[in-house]
């Protein structure tokens, strides 16, 4: 599992890959003013796996 999570801390998800992402990130650029979480997952320039939930237990465990 700490594999898993290890990962996630990480990787960013590419925010090209997918329309629904594209259409996501838009809105969250929208959001940001305002937003003090937002603004924080934003600030690097990338949106890691664990930003958008990956490590919510139920992510993976049912
Ligand atoms: C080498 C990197 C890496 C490892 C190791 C990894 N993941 Fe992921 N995982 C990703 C990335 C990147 C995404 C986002 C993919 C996307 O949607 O663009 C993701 C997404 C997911 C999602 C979907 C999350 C969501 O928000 O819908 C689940 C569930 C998941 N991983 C489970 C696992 C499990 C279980 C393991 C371990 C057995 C694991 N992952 C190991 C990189 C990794
Ligand atoms: C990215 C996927 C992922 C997420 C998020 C995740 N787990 Fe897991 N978990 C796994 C996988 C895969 C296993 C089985 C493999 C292993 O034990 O390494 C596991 C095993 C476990 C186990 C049994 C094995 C052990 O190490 O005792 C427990 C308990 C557990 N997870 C609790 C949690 C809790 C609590 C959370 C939330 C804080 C969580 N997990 C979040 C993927 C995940």
């Known amino acids: 599992m700490g594999w898993c999570i ?4 990480k ?3 590419d ?3 997918s329309e629904y992402y594209e259409e996501m ?4 650029k929208d959001d940001v003013r305002g937003n ?3 603004r924080r ?3 690097d320039d990338k949106i890691t796996v664990k930003e958008m ?3 919510e237990c139920a992510k993976c465990h049912y």
């Open 41 to 43: 997952i934003l600030e």
């Open 15 to 17: 925010l090209a890959s």
């Open 25 to 28: 990130h838009d809105r969250m």
């Open 11 to 13: 990787a960013s998800i």
């Open 6 to 9: 290890e990962c996630h801390n």
């Open 36 to 38: 003090e979480e937002l």
């Open 53 to 55: 939930g990956g490590w």
